[in-house]
């Protein structure tokens, strides 16, 4: 939810600097959350483990806390039911600093107009899910008995295989119907 928010929030010329600075600090606390656990593994009396999980639902607590006070996206009012166009003008300005946001504002609408009831992004997003539960699955049965090292050069042979396909020429896309 974060990476989506922040994407549409964010000015056009910055939004790959606010995902990449996203999944920065998401490598950050994951270092912070491991160093939190090395530091308090030698609490005496099983405390230990209390004080790591609860030094570190803190951040948790504070971001769950902050999104209380953020503001909704001018692209999500444009795209609602209501199509609040006035409220999702006046947090277009709020957030930009400026009153000058008629043209980003007119590209909110057009593309909000041109998409279709069902997102594409959405429907991308359920597959992949799928398809990586059925990949847990798959290395939550199979792990143990042909052991990780096979079944990574196995996944690896695939994966060449699909890039060999896709690079050859022989899958292709209806280039008329690509919207991407």
Not at 33 to 38: G, M, R
Not at 62 to 71: A, K, M, Q
Not at 113 to 130: D, E, N, P
Not at 157 to 164: F, K, L, T
Request: proline content about 3%; charged content about 15%; glycine content about 8%.
């Amino acid at each position: 939810v974060i990476p989506m928010y922040l994407v549409e929030i964010a000015p056009s010329k910055y939004r790959g600097a606010f995902n990449n600075g996203f999944h920065l600090s998401l490598s950050l606390g994951i270092l912070l959350a491991t160093l939190v656990n090395l530091g308090t593994q030698k609490i005496k009396g099983g405390w230990g483990w209390r004080f790591s999980i609860g030094a570190t639902a803190i951040p948790a607590f504070i971001i769950t806390l902050g999104s209380i006070f953020l503001p909704e996206t001018p692209n999500s009012l444009i795209q609602g039911n209501k199509k609040d166009h006035q409220k999702a003008k006046l947090i277009l300005r709020k957030i930009r600093g400026s009153t000058d946001v008629e043209q980003e504002f007119n590209d909110l609408i057009e593309a909000a107009a041109s998409s279709s009831k069902t997102s594409a992004s959405l429907i991308s997003s359920v597959i992949i899910g799928v398809v990586q539960i059925i990949a847990d699955i798959f290395a939550v049965l199979t792990v143990d008995r042909f052991g990780r090292r096979s079944l990574f050069f196995w996944g690896l042979g695939w994966c060449s295989n699909v890039s060999a396909i896709h690079s050859s020429g022989k899958c292709t896309v209806n280039k008329a119907r690509r919207s991407w």
